[in-house]
């Protein structure tokens, strides 16, 4: 047994010392934590009775999937990283989709796992495995706490770790019978992060370089962004008449409205973005990097000869590709900081490129007419409906497939964080991170825009959505198939379908099931009414409101 005393049922400790689950606690209070979602585990009780009563509000969720998912989504939207509690074995296995997800898409998160005894430990116990085999080439670190007093040092390194440099999950190992052990009740110090910035070489380099362009355009992304930071960077290009475009699954930091904004970069991208990769004469990500999504799959953007300015904190450029012409490390409020300060006067090429670009934008975003008919319910005619009716602030979550790209062509994100999505493409992703952002921001509209097939992968956290009062909307797209999938399948094997078709139940009686609102609908006349009705269940009934909206195959957004 290691160095420590284990509390027994009926003790009390002093006000110096206290469990090391409970330091853990009072550790991610410290730190700015006020949500967690878990699913429980006797390895880790502990810590939830260190939950007991404190300042951190515990959400049980219905699987540990829906739980890291909610964590990761939770990070996008705060820079404090979201919190997961899970238990050991099949928990943390469950738990890894969301560890992924924040992996790919650079969101701070931190993984809890209650772990087999340390006394139990390489002896083929119940639930037994290796994190760091598990989670190493996933994660920015895995830790164990095999010492019950370096409690609070472990939190303060892991949520540094999640948030320094280029964010990302972190997993944290506890051994059930090390945290129960009894430890000085003193916390660790928040660690300060550093941010970076520009040099007068940087920014020197950068002036001359807009100077020489004619053709400039940025592109943002990322989770790393405030929205004092966004503010001010869309103030910068508008006043400057540059365009930006948004990273995949990004939209929002730059608003919807602002005369700057020229629309998406990523898979399955609109027309008027899909040649400004080799059209601009200068291109500056801040944020992000020309990684694989941006640069379909390392072919746009690759002639050396290109010129290209990286802004992101990670000295590494992990997931770069194509020509790199100046790096300045700095996260995105810093160099925005910094950027302001260069005050060039706009050049009418500037002006006429960016009125171009915007003009093909608001035609691809243009809502398309409202039907109302008898005939089959369309995803056109809803948008069409829901969207002139949406507040200023409205958010929307998505998971993956093609029914996402309604929300990237028509979805008014005027504010960062108003998209919450998993760019590295998981399913599942839209129920909880929908939740997350609804008990984030419960004042706010929160639509999510889910396709049939992922619908089902995390349906069940609507339960959860119920018993903590999240108010979204749910819009269900149900077009009785993996869309995608069959996309690139009539692509690959033309009329060979196999492996994408569903059957599906009634979402909305699903819905009502798990004490919401729900309503079928199947013709476009049917949609303003039900759009009514769910909102009126929101707003005054006080929960969740599902659309379950049959529509025909094969049509698409774009």
């Known amino acids: 047994m290691l160095k420590g005393t284990t509390l027994s049922d009926n003790s009390t400790p002093s006000p110096s010392r206290k469990s090391a689950g409970h330091v853990i606690v009072d550790s991610l209070v410290a730190h ?3 949500r967690t979602y878990v699913v429980p585990g006797e390895s880790y009780l502990d810590v939830l009775d260190g939950l007991y009563k404190s300042e951190i509000e515990t959400v049980v969720c219905r699987h540990e999937g829906g739980a890291a998912y909610m964590a990761e989504a939770d990070g996008k ?4 990283p979201g919190i997961a509690m ?10 890894h989709v969301g560890l992924h997800t924040a992996w790919q898409d650079s969101t701070p998160m931190v993984l809890f796992v209650g772990l087999i005894p340390f006394e139990h430990r ?6 037994e495995f290796d994190p760091k085999s598990w989670f190493a080439s996933g994660a920015k670190r895995v830790m164990t706490l095999d010492h019950a007093e370096r409690a609070s040092e472990i939190v303060a390194e892991a949520m540094f770790a999640a948030v320094s440099g280029r964010p990302g999950p972190v997993v944290i190992g506890l051994p059930e019978d090390i945290i129960k052990q009894e430890i000085d009740a003193t916390l660790h110090p928040v660690i300060p992060v550093g941010v970076g910035g520009m040099t007068v070489e940087d920014w020197k380099a950068l002036e001359s370089a807009l100077q020489e362009s004619e053709k400039p355009l940025f592109v943002f992304g990322g989770n790393d962004w405030t929205h004092q930071g966004a503010e001010l960077f869309t103030k910068w290009l508008e006043d400057h008449h ?11 930091t730059v608003p919807f409205t602002s005369p700057s904004y020229v629309g998406p970069i990523g898979y399955g991208r609109p027309k008027p973005t899909y040649d400004l990769l080799d059209e601009t004469d200068l291109l500056v990500f801040v944020g992000t990097v020309p990684g694989d999504v941006i640069t379909d799959g390392f072919t746009a953007r690759q002639n050396w000869d290109q010129k290209n300015f990286i802004v992101t904190i990670d000295p590494s ?20 900081r910094d950027l302001v300060r260069i005050a060039l006067p706009a050049k009418d090429s500037w002006k006429a490129w960016t009125k171009q670009m915007r003009e093909e934008q608001e035609k691809f975003a243009a809502l398309p007419t409202t039907n109302n008919g008898d005939g089959q319910a369309q995803m056109d005619t809803l948008m069409a409906t829901m969207v002139p009716q949406l507040p200023e602030d409205a958010m929307v979550t998505f998971g993956a497939g093609e029914h996402t790209n309604w929300a990237h062509r028509y979805f008014p994100t005027n504010s960062y964080a108003s998209m919450i999505s998993a760019r590295n493409g998981s399913m599942g992703y839209s129920i909880p991170s929908a939740i997350a952002a609804s008990l984030k921001y419960p004042g706010r509209r929160v639509v999510t825009i889910a396709g049939d097939g992922e619908f089902l992968m995390n349906g069940q956290e609507l339960a959860t959505a119920t018993q903590y009062g999240a108010t979204p909307l749910v819009i269900v797209m149900d077009n009785q198939e993996y869309g995608t999938i069959r996309t690139h399948q009539e692509r690959d094997y033309p009329e060979r379908i196999s492996g994408t ?7 909305a009686l699903l819905a009502k099931a798990y004490g919401g609102f729900g309503v079928r609908v199947e013709k476009d006349s049917e949609i303003p009414a039900a759009l009514e009705a769910a909102y009126k269940a929101i707003d005054e009934e006080k929960k969740f409101a599902l659309i379950h909206l049959i529509v025909e195959q094969r049509r698409k957004a774009y």
């Open 86 to 95: 899970v238990t050991r074995g099949p928990g943390a296995a469950n738990a």
């Open 242 to 252: 540059i365009p930006a475009a948004a990273e995949w699954r990004c939209e929002g």
């Open 122 to 127: 390489d002896r083929e116990a119940f639930q």
């Open 32 to 34: 700015g934590v006020n």
């Open 77 to 80: 939207m705060d820079s404090v």
């Open 317 to 336: 450029l992990r997931g770069r590709s194509g020509p790199v012409t100046h790096q300045i490390v700095a996260k995105p409020d810093v160099f925005v």
């Open 501 to 507: 078709q569903l059957e599906n139940p009634d979402f």
